[in-house]
T-cell receptor, first 112, second 109 residues
Framework: NAGVTQTPKFRVLKTGQSMTLLCAQDMNHEYMYWYRQDPGMGLRLIHYSVGEGTTAKGEVPDGYNVSRLKKQNFLLGLESAAPSQTSVYFC???????????FGQGTRLTVV | AQRVTQPEKLLSVFKGAPVELKCNYSYSGSPELFWYVQYSRQRLQLLLRHISRESIKGFTADLNKGETSFHLKKPFAQEEDSAMYYCAPVDTGRRALTFGSGTRLQVQP
């Protein structure tokens, strides 16, 4: 049982490059989230989705876009990477906002 | 604005000592709150939720609406409790799970 899988696990980008992070869940969850984790700041919500075809902005959405074309996948895109986007990115899913969230293993992104 | 505060970045205790990890919130109404934990090299995982009022791994947390707090407590810390702990309220406005800045607990032998 895979749970929540993030791809890739590590990535180094040059400033201005673009990339997409993939999150896949096999639990048929409605809710999916993208967070970034920075030292001293905990996890901050970037974007989230409450169901297939829906997305919404979180606390720190600037510079990121997302899509939820299929219920099991939630994609996070960086159109033009900046050094300030160097972080560890976590994806999570849950059936409702009040039930347990399951997390991926994280993606460590470095923008140089 | 809705906010959650974990005032301690690091809490260091000796094995067998009591532990209290603080969490204060400024959410209106009756918030739904969770504690999540991240052990070294493991995924973030649920520790407990206030609506179930259960004790997990000896930890408990009581929602104090008067003080707007949801502190995590354990009477006797163990070395395996060393981890990063996050207080996580549901942002009812956004309908999304949000997190505090976290407290690192170090339990020394």
């Amino acid at each position: 049982n895979a749970g929540v899988t993030q791809t890739p696990k590590f990535r180094v980008l040059k400033t201005g490059q673009s990339m997409t992070l993939l999150c896949a869940q096999d639990m048929n969850h409605e809710y999916m989230y993208w967070y970034r984790q920075d030292p001293g700041m905990g996890l901050r919500l970037i974007h989230y989705s409450v169901g297939e075809g829906t997305t919404a902005k979180g606390e720190v959405p600037d510079g990121y876009n997302v899509s939820r074309l299929k219920k099991q996948n939630f994609l996070l895109g960086l159109e033009s990477a900046a050094p300030s986007q160097t972080s560890v990115y976590f994806c999570a899913s849950s059936q409702t906002v009040y039930t347990e969230a399951f997390f991926g293993q994280g993606t460590r992104l470095t923008v140089v | 604005a809705q906010r959650v505060t974990q005032p301690e970045k690091l809490l260091s205790v000796f094995k067998g000592a009591p532990v209290e990890l603080k969490c204060n919130y400024s959410y209106s109404g009756s918030p739904e709150l969770f504690w999540y934990v991240q052990y070294s090299r493991q995924r973030l995982q649920l520790l407990l939720r206030h609506i179930s009022r259960e004790s997990i791994k000896g930890f408990t947390a009581d929602l104090n609406k008067g003080e707007t707090s949801f502190h995590l407590k354990k009477p006797f810390a163990q070395e395996e409790d060393s981890a990063m702990y996050y207080c996580a309220p549901v942002d009812t406005g956004r309908r999304a799970l949000t997190f505090g800045s976290g407290t690192r607990l170090q339990v020394q032998p």
